[in-house]
């Protein structure tokens, strides 16, 4: 698949990651498209590295699909994990 083709994965990936795991995170929708589009290419390649399944078969394939969500949402849990944890809150 083209680069094109991932970007357009990623992007709708993080949407649906999203929606699967509502909730406040820090930085909007710019973050969470980004997450998605590195979310997509990480789920390929622990699809391939941790079961040696080629998870990127074409853009139409389910279980292309299935790791770029599922790559996303492991992205956007550690996101909201490392951002809660590194604000700190102030008191007057």
């Known amino acids: 698949m083209g680069i094109i ?4 994965i990623g992007l709708l990936a993080g ?9 406040k995170d820090p930085g909007g929708i710019i973050i969470t498209m980004l997450i998605g589009i590195v ?6 390649w622990l699809g391939k590295v941790l079961f040696g399944v080629d998870s990127i078969d074409g853009f139409f394939d389910l279980s292309t699909w299935i790791a770029a969500i ?4 492991i992205l ?3 996101y909201r994990l490392f951002s809660r944890g590194s604000h700190t809150h102030r008191h007057a």
């Open 5 to 8: 083709a991932w970007i357009l």
């Open 15 to 23: 949407i649906i990651a999203k929606m699967l795991m509502p909730g």
């Open 39 to 44: 979310g997509g290419l990480l789920g390929g």
């Open 70 to 73: 599922v790559g996303s949402l």
């Open 76 to 78: 956007l849990a550690l």
